[in-house]
């Protein structure tokens, strides 16, 4: 969590969605809950939030609570962004909550794009895989992990940009913006 921050100072996104497992099973009554919500609705961007199978039912509980302003908290399996002409499609795991190899991730992300029959020239990207992959040539992508806790893996952070008519979609490795961030606020 340390990275938000920064990451969005840094990128000043228009719109912020969070891909599901933001937090874990018996997070429930924690402070950690309110801080991070708070900390999206103070947010100036739009912040959506999708559940997952880690914080789905937390998330849902918190719908009524927290959904509100420029915060709102999804218990949908998909999230679709439109914009006139193109279309790009969010999930945690599309309803398939199982732990993943990494050998598995690409399969696994173009599985789900074929089950739900989103249609190939529409991008999918996924949470749950805490793995950061992406398929230029399929359109599917999945991020991986924004916390570093109990996690030995990459972290990092999306960006789509709608130019022209398209929309594309890019990865990026949210440590090294985080240490070029770092060296240039100590050299100033
Ligand atoms: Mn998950």
């Known amino acids: 969590m340390d990275f938000l921050p920064i990451l969005i100072k840094e990128i000043t996104p228009n719109q912020i969605f969070i891909l599901g497992d933001l937090f874990?099973?018996?997070?429930?009554?924690?402070p950690f809950v309110s801080q991070t919500l708070t900390f999206f609705s103070e947010l100036n961007q739009e912040v959506l939030i999708i559940g997952g199978n880690h914080d789905g039912i937390l998330i849902k509980n918190?719908?009524?609570?927290?959904s509100q302003g420029n915060l709102h908290i999804y218990?949908?399996?998909?999230?679709?962004?439109?914009?006139?002409?193109?279309?790009?499609?969010?999930a945690h795991d599309g309803n398939n909550p199982y732990w993943l190899d990494k050998s598995e991730v690409p399969s696994f992300l173009t599985s789900l794009k074929k089950i739900y029959e989103i249609q190939e020239q529409y991008w999918?990207?996924?949470?749950?895989?805490h793995l950061p992959c992406i398929i230029e040539e399929m359109k599917v992508a999945s991020l991986g992990c924004f916390n570093t806790?109990?996690?030995?893996?990459p972290l990092s952070y999306g960006i789509v940009t709608e130019s022209g008519n398209q929309i594309t979609f890019s990865l990026h490795d949210a440590e090294e913006l985080y240490y070029q961030w770092k060296r240039s606020a100590r050299s100033k």
């Open 75 to 90: 218990f949908d399996t998909f999230l679709c962004y439109e914009t006139s002409h193109d279309k790009i499609w969010f």
């Open 24 to 30: 874990h099973f018996g997070q429930e009554n924690t």
């Open 62 to 66: 918190q719908i009524e609570k927290w």
């Open 124 to 129: 999918l990207i996924t949470g749950h895989t």
């Open 149 to 153: 806790e109990g996690h030995n893996q």
